[in-house]
């Protein structure tokens, strides 16, 4: 982890509201995992006045360029100054942060996506096909024009759906994750889930792996204010009976945790 | 020439006067890659409490215009976890360390005195009489001279490290609270904590904090911070230590003028950590432009035009006016 210095090299609107940055960094930034964030400071004039955490959709590494890849949604003040900073605006972020995936060797991962929480898991796709390793890919959005990156998933096995079945199965990724393990036969012991989206589809998604045993990690979204573990801004609710009243951070004990160990009633 | 930085409180003599303020930067460890405490003079660390403390249920934090609010809730290991996992990392760090504590009553604050005088880690003891996050009892020795009285008088004669009343700012005559700890033996007063503030959902018609209420820190406070940091530098001979809402290297420096000996910056450091380094390298360039050779040319030098004193003059006499009712 370290504060590098990054320059905007693409800042593209792919559907209304939803943009994907590219920035480069210098070598002093590590290779991120799936998974990880960066804590970015979204504009040089000190305002908004915090930095904000947005996990990584990829990371480039080819003819002399590194540069990592945000997915983000314009949502608040900062997201909006965010998406109207210009190609060679400098920043800078903190990163890589926090724990990222951590696929088992022996089972196969099913990728559960949530709308722009579809980010970390196509950067997760990725390292599982340059690992040749077969997997799952469920992807759920509102309508068409927000399944980002579909195109890009290569080497697993997709299914879509849309509130609006405007694509794909008309319906909630949660009914293709039932139907993907009914169908699949999957067990505890031959799959397991990585997912991100809105926390309300993560309680569900963590809810049904909890019933069957079936493992399940999941990127959790949340504002912070040091990204580092000292202010203890970020705490993570968890059932009773974990974690014995205890609090762990969202960015050193995540953003990637385990599903079914988190109190999601209770997590904003 | 490089101007002379050093400055007292108390007994502690600081390298220079640009601190870190407590609940930022944990015990150090966490910003080790990102603060060069070589740099500064020394950090504050999170508070301890008596016992072990989960903190306040989330949200803890919200940005605001300008400013942060935060409930964290003082989450921190208490006396024995700081003894045996905490005090070994502030062990090696490279710059002053001042123990900020917090106890539900005098008794644990006297326990947590003892505590950390006894650990041999502390340079200093930053008294945390002004947490809003933690219950009815976090700013009652704050808010009431008699009962700073009470606590300071009974930590006093536990240690021999400078004590540093942390104060709080939600009161209406701060000056009257400082000299009741200067004068139960407090070697500095360290302001302002954070402004009991609140932030609500419109659409949700729900608070945002989990708590309702909590603390307000960042630029949004900075004009409110310095005029209680100059109202206390008035009320008391001690150092002050002042803080609230620095976020470049020329706050700083207002705090200095102000009537601070010492700042410590805070929130804005999430930002950009680099900002107590910076501020460091600010008060230098500061001092060199107006041509001095030390820091104490700053200290308290704020030039008041003559005849503008009314606001100060009228803090003083009210103040004068209810002693002389008692």
């Known amino acids: 982890m370290n504060l590098v210095d990054c320059t905007v090299l693409e800042n593209r609107e792919l559907s209304a509201g939803n943009h994907l940055l590219t920035l480069t960094v210098p070598r002093g930034f590590a ?15 000190g305002e908004p006045l915090l930095r904000r955490p947005y996990s990584l959709e990829g990371f480039v590494n080819r003819g002399g360029v590194r540069a990592v890849r945000i997915y983000f949604s314009v949502v608040g003040r900062g997201s909006r100054i965010l998406a109207s900073q210009p190609k060679g605006q400098r920043l800078d972020l903190i990163g890589p942060l926090g724990i990222g995936f951590a696929p088992k060797v022996r089972r196969l991962p099913i990728l559960v996506a949530g709308g722009r929480g579809v980010a970390p898991l196509l950067f997760l796709s990725r390292t599982l096909r340059e690992k040749k390793r077969p997997y799952v890919f469920l992807f759920g959005a509102r309508s068409k024009g927000e399944l980002y990156g579909v195109r890009e998933i290569k080497g697993g096995r997709v299914h879509l759906a849309t509130d609006d079945g405007s694509v794909g199965y008309e319906g909630s990724v949660l009914d293709l994750l039932k139907r993907e393990v009914a169908e699949g036969e999957h067990t505890p012991l ?5 997912t991100c ?6 309680h569900e998604v963590a809810d049904f792996a909890r019933v069957r045993g079936i493992r399940c990690e999941a990127s959790l979204e949340g504002p912070m204010a040091c ?19 205890r609090y762990p951070a969202m960015c050193v004990e995540g953003p990637v945790m385990d599903a079914t160990v988190v109190d999601w009633a209770r997590l904003p | 020439m490089t101007p002379a930085l050093g400055v007292r409180i108390g007994s502690l003599k600081l390298r220079n006067p640009i601190l870190v303020a407590s609940g930022i930067i944990g015990y150090g460890q966490d910003y080790e890659r990102l603060v060069d405490l070589s740099a500064i003079g020394g950090i504050v660390t999170k508070t301890v409490t008596r016992r072990a403390r989960a903190g306040n249920p989330p949200p803890r934090v919200v940005e605001v215009a300008s400013g942060m609010l935060n409930s964290i809730g003082i ?4 006396l024995e976890g700081f003894l045996e996992v905490k005090v070994p990392i502030l062990r090696d760090l490279t710059c002053a360390v001042i123990v900020s504590v917090e106890g539900e009553d005098t008794k644990e604050f006297c326990e947590l005195v003892e505590g950390v005088s006894g650990s041999g880690v502390a340079d200093a003891i930053e008294v945390n009489i002004s ?42 005559r701060i000056g009257e609270i400082a000299e009741a700890c200067a004068d139960c033996g407090a070697d500095a007063v360290s302001l302002v904590n954070t402004f009991i503030g609140m932030a609500i959902d419109s659409r949700t018609r729900r608070p ?4 309702v209420l909590g603390g ?9 911070a310095l005029a209680k940091t100059w109202e206390v530098a008035q009320a008391v001979d001690v150092p002050v230590i002042g803080m609230g809402g620095i976020a470049r290297p020329q706050d700083a420096i207002e705090f200095l003028l102000a009537g601070s000996t010492a700042v410590q910056v805070g929130t804005a450091l999430f930002a950009d950590p680099g900002l107590a380094e910076a501020c460091v390298d600010g008060l230098v360039e500061y001092l060199k432009r107006m041509g001095a050779s030390s820091v104490d040319a700053v200290i308290g030098a704020l030039e008041v035009p003559e005849g503008r004193g009314a606001i100060r003059a009228g803090i003083a006499e009210r103040r004068t006016g209810q002693r002389g009712g008692r």
Request: proline letters at 14%; charged letters at 15%.
């Open chain 1, 197 to 202: 989206g809105p926390h309300g589809l993560l």
């Open chain 2, 131 to 172: 947490c809003p996050n933690v219950g009815p009892h976090g700013l009652k020795y704050s808010t009431d001279a008699g009962m700073a009285r009470e606590v300071m008088s009974a930590i006093r004669p536990l240690t021999e490290l400078p004590l540093i009343a942390k104060l709080t700012p939600n009161v209406t």
């Open chain 2, 216 to 224: 307000l820190s960042g630029p949004a406070i900075k004009p409110l």
């Open chain 2, 208 to 211: 945002i904090l989990g708590t």
């Open chain 1, 227 to 245: 990204a580092v573990g000292a202010c203890r801004g970020c705490p993570v609710p968890l059932n009773p009976g974990d974690g014995n009243g």
């Open chain 1, 31 to 45: 290779t991120p995992k799936p998974g990880q964030f960066v804590h970015l400071r979204i504009s040089p004039e």
């Open chain 2, 75 to 78: 989450e921190n290991p208490g």
């Open chain 1, 190 to 194: 031959t799959a397991e889930i990585f």
